[in-house]
């Protein structure tokens, strides 16, 4: 089944003169269930991209479908309400908030949707015994290591049980051990949950355990790395 469909997305920024184009004219899938890795130069517009298809941001053109829903057209209501609840992001920098400790800062997206399954935490219980964090329930970011704070990240994405999560290089900030550790919580959150991944990389590390990788590149999405003559 596929979950994220994106048809013909164009964007571009504005320039002193004229416009920066970006996207033009992305098309792509991604099955329930997979791990996609998203690969491309810097600047090629993949953070560009992942915005645009997490609905943070608009496309000039084109349309968005997920869960079968086409969110091309909804008010601005409708997205954030939609948003919190199918979507969950994984940034380059973890962005947890400083002054909730590790369990508030997972317990904040289940208030922010106004989650009825708010007061069911067994899964989040589950989600740290996996990262092994339990015992770091009551920490705050500061007093996480750096590849800690990545794995609550994740975990934060997950406490909705969105249908798909877009990572926006998340090992970028890891070193090789740290990313590994990320890397399989990812495989295994795919095999027992089916949860399905967009990631936006570099690592080859990463890319070469996928199960699919799109290439953007010139403002398209190819299945093939392009290498510039
Ligand atoms: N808000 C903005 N206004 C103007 N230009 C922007 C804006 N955001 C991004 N750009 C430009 O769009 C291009 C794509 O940026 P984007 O961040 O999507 O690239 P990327 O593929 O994620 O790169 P990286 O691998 O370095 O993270 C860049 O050239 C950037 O300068
Ligand atoms: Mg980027």
């Known amino acids: 089944m596929i979950l994220l469909t994106a048809e013909d997305i164009h964007k571009s920024y504005p320039l002193n003169s004229g416009r920066l184009q970006i996207l033009k004219g992305v098309n792509l899938e991604v099955e ?16 560009t991209l992942l915005n645009i ?20 057209n909804m008010t601005d209501n409708e997205l954030s309400r939609f948003r919190n609840r199918n979507i969950g992001f994984v940034f380059q920098f973890h962005h947890l908030l400083p002054e909730l400790t590790l369990w508030e800062n997972l317990e904040l997206p ?10 069911d935490t067994s899964y989040l219980r589950q989600l740290l015994e996996l990262t092994g964090l339990v015992d770091r329930c009551g920490h705050y970011p500061s007093q996480l290591s750096g590849g800690e704070r990545q794995r609550v990240a994740v975990i934060r ?19 090789a051990e740290n990313g590994a550790i990320l890397l399989n919580l ?11 991944f967009l990631i936006a990389t570099h690592s080859e590390t990463l890319t070469e355990k996928v199960d699919r990788r ?5 403002g398209v999405i190819g299945l093939t790395p392009e290498v510039d003559e």
Request: charged share 20%; hydrophobic share 35%; proline share 5%.
């Open 186 to 196: 990812i495989k295994q959150l795919r095999r027992d949950h089916g949860q399905t």
């Open 157 to 175: 994405a997950l406490v909705n049980r969105p249908g798909i999560v877009l990572a926006d290089e998340p090992t970028g900030n890891l070193d």
């Open 214 to 218: 799109l290439y953007l590149h010139k």
């Open 53 to 72: 298809l997490g609905t943070l941001d608009q496309p000039d053109r084109g349309r968005i479908l997920l869960n079968g829903q086409d969110i091309s």
């Open 32 to 47: 329930q269930g997979s791990i996609v890795a998203l690969m491309g130069p810097s600047g090629s517009g993949k953070s």
């Open 110 to 119: 289940l208030w922010l949707a106004n989650n009825r399954r708010a007061l």
